[in-house]
């Protein structure tokens, strides 16, 4: 059975994923208010705390200083990002998969044609937040061209009560909606990026389910094909 080092793993989607990867992986759950309480910023508590792994899932994030609306940029984050890739070179631990954000990509001024995708040139973040975000996507394509496989899950929104949006009429709650995201596409796509190849060591993925009206290109090199969609979930 595969060793997953989790840090965050007492946020959202830590909880989301601790529990959909408990029957298949040991899970290691790294977080500042866990116990033993490790911090994902200190280098010598997370170095000890992912002896053994065979991946790191990055999730640790200070969202109270750092987040969409903030406008701020909060350095222990970049810190946190910097010490995952490292150490898991150093140990080598073979594969790390961070929580980008559909944010390090300006899908709100998204014209077409087509479906906006993460390989796209010329990618411009749509806050500092998103900023930090294409940080951390940067730096592990660096971190991949020294032998660590990296993915970076674009990651939409994803709820405790795993219930989409209300519809919506106003920009920021319409697209909340279109970018929402399951529990069970969640662990599904990260079940995926644990499992399947990486070809040239590093992917980018957007992770939302497949709502009407999606403006985010979800085709992925793992063989992730989402299942639910905000119109018709629970139904």
Not at 30 to 59: M, Q, R, S, W
């Amino acid at each position: 059975m595969k060793k997953v080092a989790i840090t965050g793993a007492e946020g959202t989607i830590g909880n989301v994923l601790r529990e959909g990867l408990k029957k298949d992986y040991e899970i290691v759950s790294i977080d500042i208010g866990g116990t033993p309480a490790v911090d994902t910023a200190n280098y010598k508590e997370l170095y000890e705390a992912v002896d053994g792994a065979d991946a790191i899932i990055h999730l640790a994030w200070d969202t109270e200083k750092e987040n969409f609306r903030s406008g701020q940029i909060n350095p222990d984050n970049v810190q946190m990002i910097y010490n995952v890739y490292q150490i898991a070179t150093e140990k080598g631990i073979p594969r790390v998969i961070t929580a980008s954000s559909v944010h390090a990509d300006n899908f709100y001024e998204w014209k077409g044609p087509g479906l906006l995708s993460a390989q796209r040139p010329n990618q411009v973040p749509d806050s500092p937040y998103g900023a930090s975000k294409a940080f951390m996507e940067a730096l592990g394509k660096y971190y991949s061209k020294k032998g660590l496989e990296v993915v970076a899950v674009r990651f939409g929104g994803i709820n405790p009560e795993n219930v989409p949006p209300a519809e919506a009429e106003d920009r920021i709650g319409k697209y909340e909606r279109l970018v929402w995201l399951s529990h069970g596409d969640c662990v599904d796509l990260i079940k995926k990026c644990l499992e399947e190849p990486i070809p040239g060591n590093f992917a980018a993925i957007y992770a939302v389910s497949e709502n009407e009206g999606k403006v985010h290109d979800t085709s992925n090199p793992v063989g992730w094909a989402p299942k639910d969609s905000a119109q018709t979930f629970g139904k």
